[in-house]
């Protein structure tokens, strides 16, 4: 349970408040997560880490001297927006450049990439590595398919002591790619955690059982067992990961038990004194180990086992010192606090001259997203349950975030143009959603605001312009193809239904109409398909026979609107323009 909080939907804003209050020494709050609050010498790399909060000290609590410059942090179990990861790293870069690294989460890769793309533009040069070690979530010959769990920290661990060693970008983004590449780590559950504000766990392990490699937002394990003894919880985990080690590991290791939540220090401990026997018995020597709760997963009852495969360098940067909240190595000579002046950033937007259309479009912009909003509350709990089945029951959570505060971000703006008014939307719902579906929307959102504009008069082209951006931004950046079932599935049977139906001269209301059917049936028949993209994809096999989440909310968003516009138009009134008419 998680019981300490005012609004359940303030819980990561306030707790990162208390943690900077309670750490001022080390970070300092800007806009989007942390940023050390002492010197950083010009021309260090900055290493900006991040991710969902409720995973600490994953990740705030690794800032400082020795590893992370900054933490982008995003709200529970959700990445942080683009536009949170950009301006982290505007405040953390000291000239070197930027590395980012984060847990490989579909949600952060679009996120911490849009940001990635936005600096380097920006002429700071920005590289990422991802943190893959989980090695429940996909085969060894997938191994960029998997996700960052614990082995997060020895990848930021040994990139921030190369970068605080004064290596220049290039090489300390190779010593994190080949970290990640010697890192392994496996996970077991014990049972659930509960979101803030929750009456439920997000998940239940059964009593007397555990789940193995059930992932640190509950992705559901690969196999059940009956709860073992310490001595073949040590025996299974340390088999799992030996059978899995990389090509060239040599035989010094870092050893790494990890808590998830709920699990007490002296069982870890315990737990540790089998595993670092076990590790000896293979003819490996244990190199300065670790054990206590690095990557946490809220309340979980919990734990893992990381392995790093050490090798000359990677043990030098390991041994070196580090200074943070909660990881301190060795020694560091203490730093001056930072010149507060150089953690700012925020850009000022210019003022626009909305014309009258581009301003009643954007009145009717933000009625079609209380309606988005209504539909979306309605179906908030289906929704979970149905990503709940294979992907981390969020979805109807995120939808409800993310469309709640892209309501009242483009209503605050009424008067602005609709393009303005779409681009506050879709900023506010990446903003609040996290997870890769907040994402994909907001900058959907987006691009459709981009296309709508600002412009004298609108025809039904700029209806056809829009639905085409927003398509079009979903599949550039999560570059799913159809078949992997995704919500592109329900996406590009709504597109083509609609440029069918409008190029053949049908008024935009029934071109909204034939496409919200096309959506719906298409994410219907998502059923019958395995999910190849996104946090549903390891357990594919638990997703056959029913819809995707994103697919069906999909379907069930532009109903809604299409019922909307019907209405609007008082089922008797000539319908919105055809191809070139200009619309009120
Ligand atoms: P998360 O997967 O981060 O928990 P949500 O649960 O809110 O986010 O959204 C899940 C939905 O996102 C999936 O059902 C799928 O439709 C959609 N999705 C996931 N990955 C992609 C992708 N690469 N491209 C398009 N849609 C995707
Ligand atoms: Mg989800």
Redo the contacts with the bound molecule.
């Keep these: 349970m998680t019981r300490i909080f005012d609004n359940p939907a303030d819980f990561a804003d306030d707790a990162l408040d208390g943690f900077v209050a309670a750490n001022r020494g080390y970070v300092a709050r800007v806009d989007g997560g942390v940023v050390r609050s002492t010197e950083v010498p010009t021309g260090q790399v900055a290493l900006v880490v991040g991710g969902g909060s409720g995973h600490y000290p994953a990740f705030a609590g690794l800032v400082g001297p020795g590893l992370a410059t900054a933490s982008a942090c995003g709200n529970m179990f959700?990445?942080p927006a683009a536009g949170q990861v950009y301006r982290v790293a505007k405040a953390a870069n000291a000239g070197g450049g930027v590395l980012l690294s984060y847990g490989n989460?579909?949600?952060d890769v679009?996120h911490f990439g849009q940001a990635q793309l936005r600096l380097n533009a920006e002429g700071i040069e920005t590289r990422t590595v991802t943190v893959t070690d989980d090695i429940a979530s996909a085969p060894l010959d997938q191994i960029e398919k998997r996700r960052g769990i614990a082995g997060d920290l020895t990848v930021f661990k040994i990139a921030g002591a190369a970068a605080e060693a004064g290596l220049d970008l290039d090489a300390v983004e190779r010593l994190a790619i080949k970290t990640n590449y010697r890192t392994r780590s496996l996970g077991v559950a014990f049972d659930g955690c509960t979101l803030p504000g929750a009456s439920d766990p997000l998940f239940h392990v059964p009593a007397g059982q555990m789940s193995l490699g059930l992932g640190i937002?509950g992705e559901p394990g690969i196999s059940e067992h009956k709860m073992p003894t310490a001595s073949e919880l040590a025996e299974l985990l340390v088999s799992k990961l030996l059978n899995d080690k990389p090509d060239d590991a040599g035989n010094r290791v870092v050893a790494i038990v990890n808590g998830l939540g709920t699990v007490k220090y002296d069982e870890l401990f315990l737990l540790f004194g089998k595993i670092d026997k076990l590790l000896g018995k293979a003819g490996l020597t244990v190199v300065e180990p670790g054990c206590g709760e690095l990557v946490t997963s809220l309340d979980m009852s919990g734990l893992s086992l990381t392995l790093l495969w050490l090798d000359e360098e990677l043990e030098q940067y390991w041994a070196a010192p580090a200074d943070t909240p909660a990881f301190r190595k060795g020694n560091l000579a203490p730093r001056p606090p930072r010149n507060q002046a150089s953690v700012t950033a925020v850009d000022e937007s210019d003022v626009e001259q909305p014309t009258e259309a581009a301003a009643e479009l954007g009145r009717q912009a933000v009625a079609v997203l209380a309606q988005v909003r209504d539909v979306v509350v309605e179906h908030e709990g289906e929704l979970g349950k149905?990503?709940a089945i294979a992907?981390?029951?969020?979805?109807g959570i995120?939808?409800r975030r993310g469309v709640e505060a892209a309501f009242t971000a483009a209503e605050t703006a009424i008067g602005a143009s609709v393009g303005r008014i779409l681009t506050a939307a879709g900023e506010a719902w990446s903003e609040r959603?996290?997870?890769?579906?907040?994402a994909?929307w907001g900058s959907a959102i987006i691009a459709a605001g981009q296309a709508l504009g600002n412009k004298a008069g609108y025809s039904g082209e700029d209806a056809a312009a829009a639905v085409t951006g927003f398509v079009d931004a979903?599949?550039e950046?999560?570059?799913?193809e159809p078949g992997?079932?995704?919500?592109?599935?329900a996406?590009l049977p709504y597109r083509d239904a609609f440029l069918t139906e409008f190029d053949a001269g049908a008024p935009v209301d029934r071109a909204l109409a034939a496409a919200a059917a096309a959506a719906e049936s298409a994410a219907a028949e998502t059923a019958r398909l395995r999910?190849l993209?996104?946090?549903?994809r390891p357990l594919a096999e638990k997703s056959l026979g029913h819809p995707?989440?994103?697919?069906?909310?999909?379907g069930l968003i532009t109903a809604r609107i299409s019922q909307h516009i019907d209405a609007q138009l008082g089922g008797s009134q000539p319908a919105l323009p055809a191809g070139n008419g200009v619309q009120a």
Excluded: C, E, N, Q
């Design positions: 959700a990445s989460y579909a949600g679009l937002h149905l990503d992907g981390d029951g969020d979805h995120g939808m959603a996290g997870g890769t579906s907040g994909l979903i599949t950046l999560g570059k799913a992997d079932k995704t919500m592109v599935d996406l999910p993209k996104g946090r549903a995707d989440p994103g697919a069906v909310s999909f």
